[in-house]
């Protein structure tokens, strides 16, 4: 069997244009070329707070305007960075002081610093937290296995089935890019068929440039399902490892001929900058908490960033010793009713790493005794939080290219203390479709629901029907858990009550 491992702007025709690669072209104003986002829109000190992108065809003073109607008749004005070829003309604007429970609208256009010029607003909104329900989206893997867009099959469709369901909040949980594949113009299917791409020079080959890393970027924002999703609702973007190279770690030295440069670390540095230009996040770490009020906070781990070797015996680390310490803590300061762990690798299944697949690329050290490797330092954290009374914690994921929902039991566990809970996977929105993966009996995992390829089959085009999403509704007294196919239809609900 094959295994997994082998983003509406207000006006689009300010969004139009693609990302400039060539000589620069005079305009008789900078344009926004890739529409709005907005990112980890959450409460703070300051009352709301959320993050505005956009990126200019041109050096540019990016101004930002918002209200509470898209009138804007009484807009709230902010004057933002200019934005050059130092950050590929894109720039994120930290905005504060939101009304909690409205929905905000906002538009940004670019100014000329020494020449006249304004160019046109691009638009977007989104919605505040609110007290009494709220829809969070999840998937990831974007672009993979050489499946991009396809303006024979529609491009990238499942991002307007995300926006279908209306959810207040997208959560994009890594592999946003596929840095290590090319897209080609032709992709030929397993089935003998042929997938047609637009590709570029940027993206037909693997990225180890910084202006590779950008296009990669860029080319998902040329999408119009993807612009039409970011300008409506809201993103939290983290990392898996595609953004960079296939299950990298830091200090990895890459045994992969297709790479002049072969430093994990350095790709990963560049992809990281590319990523920070291109999507709406915060300075600092990539783990973060959002808080959403009284209901809801979403806890974003890095499990790229500050793990050891995948090779390496006992005692290796997953999310690193501060994290680790800082999430037990982070989860149990938090007074929501739900708190959703968004984790880029899934927590009991068994991935395997290198040539011979023996490597691990996940928790699961595949022994299925008690905890060890990288399961110790789960196993700890879940402790942790039985030992602090933290309850109603959703672990969300999606990496492993199928849908599924696993339950894990501690009176099915190889030793570890904790009290149950559930994991959730979506995915691909578009990439190849593999699986299942192995379960580790460690955690006491039950598998509950998946969704896969036929025994013996594997890489599916997104156009053979595996392609996913999930999306949580939360409310005061149950989360309701809901994993979709692109085509609008639920595959697997279930609804988690609150436990006082």
């Known amino acids: 069997m094959l295994t997994r491992r082998g983003f509406m702007a207000g006006s689009l025709s300010a969004v139009g244009a693609a ?28 009352g709301g707070q959320a993050l505005i992108w956009a990126r200019a065809s041109e050096p540019a003073r990016m101004i930002v305007e918002w209200d509470t109607t898209d009138r804007f008749a009484s807009p709230r004005r902010l004057v933002g960075p200019l934005v050059t070829p130092a950050t590929d003309h894109a720039a994120t604007l930290a905005v504060s002081g939101l009304p909690a ?20 607003w691009a638009s977007g909104r989104f919605a505040m937290p609110r007290p009494d329900r709220f829809r969070v989206a999840w998937t ?8 991009g867009r396809n303006p024979e099959w529609g491009g990238l469709r499942g991002f307007a089935a995300i926006r279908a369901a209306a959810p207040q909040l997208f959560i994009n949980s890594g592999d946003l890019i596929y840095a290590d594949n090319p897209i080609l113009p032709e992709q030929r299917t397993p089935d003998g068929r042929i997938w047609r791409n637009i590709s570029n020079d940027h993206v037909a080959h693997v990225a180890e440039s910084l202006a590779d890393f950008r296009a990669r970027f860029a080319y998902n924002l040329d999408d119009e399902h993807v612009r039409a999703l970011a300008a409506e609702v809201p993103v939290i973007a983290q990392w898996d490892d595609h953004e960079t190279h296939n299950n990298w770690w830091p200090g990895q030295q890459l045994d992969d001929p297709r790479y002049r440069e072969r430093d994990a670390s350095k790709l990963a540095g560049l992809a990281r900058q590319a990523m920070t230009e291109w999507t709406p996040l915060p300075p600092g770490p990539m783990h973060r908490v959002i808080a959403y009020g009284a209901l809801l906070d979403v806890f974003v781990l890095d499990c790229r960033s500050f793990r050891t070797p995948n090779d390496t015996g ?12 800082w999430l037990g803590d982070a989860l149990a300061a938090s007074r929501a009713t739900w708190k959703l762990v968004a984790c880029d690798q899934p927590i009991g299944l068994l991935i395997g790493d290198g040539p011979d697949g023996t490597r691990r690329e996940g928790f699961a050290d595949g022994n299925g005794g008690p905890p060890a490797g990288r399961e110790r330092e789960l196993a ?3 402790a942790t939080l039985k030992a602090r009374g933290v309850r109603n914690v959703v672990w969300l994921t999606a990496d492993v290219h199928y849908a599924a929902a696993h339950h894990f039991d501690p009176a099915r566990a190889q030793g570890p203390v904790f009290d149950p809970f559930w994991e959730f996977i979506a995915g691909p929105i578009h990439a190849g479709t593999f699986g299942p993966e192995p379960l580790d009996p460690t955690f006491g995992p039950e598998l509950k629901f998946s969704w896969v390829p036929p025994t013996g089959t594997g890489n599916l085009a997104p156009w053979d029907g595996l392609q996913s999403f999930g999306t949580v509704d939360v409310a005061p007294g149950a989360a309701t858990v809901t994993l979709w196919g692109i085509d609008g239809q639920p595959r697997y609900r279930v609804e988690l009550p609150y436990r006082g």
Request: with cysteine; charged share 15%; glycine share 18%.
């Open 19 to 46: 990302c400039v690669r060539g000589p620069a072209i005079h305009s008789p104003a900078p344009a926004v070329t890739h529409g709005v986002q907005a990112g980890d829109v959450g409460l703070g000190a300051d």
């Open 101 to 120: 429970g409205q929905t905000i609208a906002y538009r940004v256009r670019f100014e000329r610093e020494a020449a006249r010029g304004t160019g046109a």
């Open 140 to 147: 990831g893997d974007t672009c993979g296995q050489g499946y």
């Open 314 to 325: 006992l005692g290796t680390a997953m999310l690193g010793a501060a994290q680790a310490r």
């Open 380 to 382: 700890a954290l879940l």
